[in-house]
């Protein structure tokens, strides 16, 4: 069964330091998206992105943020200067289409310690 | 804006119980409504999905309706099993202006014991 794969599973990061979190969405998805969770809150949107450029971002996705689809495959998020407050789950998901009532198929995330 | 409110746990069953783990929603215009299930070192799998008011939706022995009326997608099964153990995320959809977004609630963890 096609899956989301997310590495690495594990980050750890100085602060002010950029790093990139990397996704393979499942292959024929063309809508892809980036949620996070702080430690004991809510899963929260970031961003969302199609046909190559970002279609909505939340306030919490700033300047310090970018997404990118590099290739065919990856679809990537860089935070350009860690702060302490970044350290989080980070989930990647896609989706085939955006219509509201579509699956998002998650990634198993990636964790961001930021020290 | 829109938000997800469920349940605090965690919920701690004995096999064979019934489960209930309440949802309520705030929404704009009119959600598609999820649930989500998370295991141990899993990322998140659509669990049921309803997308108007009064449906149903169920997998896997679970259960949830859409009641508009009263803003909530309450999560049942009538006797759980150990391998039920997982967090559980209530999610509702908001179109933004292209594509989706899920806003979710805080995640209800379930443990079940044999």
């Known amino acids: 069964e096609p899956e989301v794969t997310q590495t690495p599973s594990h980050q750890v990061t100085q602060m002010g330091q950029e790093v990139i979190l990397r996704c393979v969405p499942i292959s024929n998805h063309l809508y892809f998206y980036w949620y996070r969770q702080i430690l004991g809150q809510k899963v929260e949107f970031l961003v969302s992105f199609y046909n190559n450029e970002i279609s909505e971002k939340s306030e919490i996705f700033d300047d310090q943020f970018s997404v990118e689809r590099p290739d065919g495959s990856n679809f990537t998020l860089k935070i350009r200067s860690t702060k302490l407050e970044d350290s989080a789950m980070y989930f990647c998901?896609?989706?085939?289409?955006?219509?509201?009532?579509?699956?998002?198929?998650f990634g198993p995330g990636t964790r961001l310690t930021v020290l | 804006g829109n938000s997800v409110t469920q349940m605090e746990g965690p919920v701690t069953l004995s096999e064979e119980a019934f489960l209930t783990i309440n949802c309520t929603y705030t929404a704009t215009g009119y959600p598609s409504l999820f649930w989500y299930v998370q295991y141990p070192g899993e990322g998140l799998q659509l669990l049921l999905k309803?997308?108007?008011?009064?449906d149903k939706g169920s997998n896997k022995g679970f259960e949830a309706t859409y009641r508009k009326e009263t803003t909530s997608f309450h999560l049942e099964k009538g006797s759980v099993q150990v391998s039920d153990s997982a967090v559980y995320f209530c999610a509702l959809s908001d179109l933004g202006n292209a594509g989706n977004m899920l806003t979710f609630g805080g995640g209800t963890r379930l443990m079940v014991k044999p």
């Open positions: 309803a997308t108007k008011a009064d």
């Open positions: 998901a896609s989706s085939l289409s955006g219509r509201a009532l579509d699956e998002q198929f």
